[in-house]
């Protein structure tokens, strides 16, 4: 049954819009007004709207949730699980801590939302989002997918050539069938695991729900070599996004393209190598998670932009979110705007390379 909720949150450090546009968490909403966005109604919500106003989050609506749910889903839902990240800069590894405190200022209160409910929505947008725009085409889609099959998303496996022409003429949205497809079936391919990852996944329950399985019951870079190697279409990137909107961990980097350019050009990593499918699906990014995890230690660790970025531990994934908010409005990949730029003083690409 749906019950109605209001429920308001003091907050600090905390910006709704620059919170939800990077997020994949936006897929399930209309952004309805600065500030403000509504949910797409489901079976489980009605009219919820989530708006904030100076230091206020207003949550409004209704909802078919458990009441001891409710709390949960809406700290996962906002980011607001987590504190400021602003308040962690100065844990991070100097080289990193001025282009931190810069991009905060341009983009201050970003937090990083979780789904609790609906992991195979977002799991549907990560895999529409491959070398597209999120924001101009992914969100269009999902809309459209969402109007059309409602809490049923997997029901687009059966859709008809000319349902999925409907949605759209792009391949993404016939890829998505394939993935969804594949992910779906992961779990009878388990043997072609190699045997440190298999461990991870013996005695666990009957896997009935995929995504949330590999979203909240295993180790994240777990799921992540799992999603690499036996679903089809998932890459690094689409199984590094996932996992930071599903899982309560933000020490992980999608290498989108936008974090490729900030960091090649502020942070003169030219040289390092974005990650590679033949080896995220064997190996861990850093000393530390192999050690933990005991699986092997990849090669290629001292040169991929990932493995750099998870450096700032936990900070990484929102560092990932600020790069694509500045990667996004100014440090794009053709024609980025220098003249306009608010870190162009401590620019390497700007003050150095530009002008050899
Ligand atoms: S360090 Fe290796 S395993 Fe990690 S992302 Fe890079 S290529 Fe993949
Ligand atoms: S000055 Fe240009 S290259 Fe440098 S960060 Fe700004 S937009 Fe990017």
């Not at 990560?126 to 029901?155: A, P, Q």
């Not at 079936?185 to 013996?202: A, D, N, V």
């Not at 980025?336 to 002008?355: G, H, Q, V």
Request: hydrophobic letters at 40%; proline letters at 5%.
């Amino acid at each position: 049954m749906m019950q109605n909720i209001k429920i308001a949150l003091e907050v600090e450090c905390y910006n709704l819009d620059f919170t939800f546009k990077p997020s994949f968490i936006s897929s399930t909403y209309r952004q309805v007004g600065k500030n403000t966005w509504r949910k797409i109604n489901s079976y489980l919500f009605k009219n919820l709207t989530i708006k904030q106003k100076k230091d206020t989050v207003f949550i409004t609506g209704l909802v078919s949730i458990s009441k001891e749910s409710i709390e949960e889903f809406v700290h996962a839902e906002t980011g607001l699980w987590h504190a400021p990240f602003e308040y962690d800069i100065h844990k991070a590894p100097n080289e990193f801590k001025e282009l931190l405190e810069k991009l905060s200022q341009l983009y201050p209160g970003v937090r990083i939302p979780v789904s609790l409910f609906e992991q195979d929505k977002i799991f549907a947008a990560v895999c529409l989002s491959k070398r597209t725009d999120y924001e101009t085409f992914v969100r269009h889609w999902m809309e459209k997918i969402l109007k059309k099959y409602g809490d049923n998303i997997l029901n687009i496996i059966y859709a008809s050539k000319k349902d999925l022409l409907g949605i759209g003429t792009s391949y993404q949205i016939f890829d998505l069938v394939k993935t969804l497809k594949s992910m779906l079936m992961f779990h009878s391919s388990l043997e072609k695991l190699p045997i440190f990852i298999k461990r991870y996944l013996e005695n666990k329950d009957p896997i009935e729900n995929p995504f949330e399985f590999l979203s909240r019951k295993i180790p994240p870079q777990i799921a992540r070599m799992v999603l690499i190697s036996l679903v089809k279409g998932i890459g690094p990137k689409t199984a590094d996004s996932y996992l930071l909107n599903t899982s309560f961990h933000t020490d992980i980097v999608p290498v989108d393209t936008h974090l490729k350019n900030v960091t090649r050009r502020l942070l003169l990593l030219d040289d390092f190598k974005v990650p590679q499918s033949s080896l995220c699906s064997k190996y861990g990014c850093t000393e530390m998670v192999s050690r933990k995890l005991r699986i092997p230690l990849c090669p290629m660790s001292s040169r991929c932009i990932r493995s750099k970025i998870l450096e700032l531990g936990k900070l990484a994934g929102w560092f990932q979110t600020l790069s694509y908010l500045f990667g996004r409005d100014y440090c794009r990949k053709n024609k980025p705007r220098c003249d306009i730029c608010p870190l162009k003083k401590i620019c390497f690409y700007f003050n150095i390379l530009r002008s050899k």
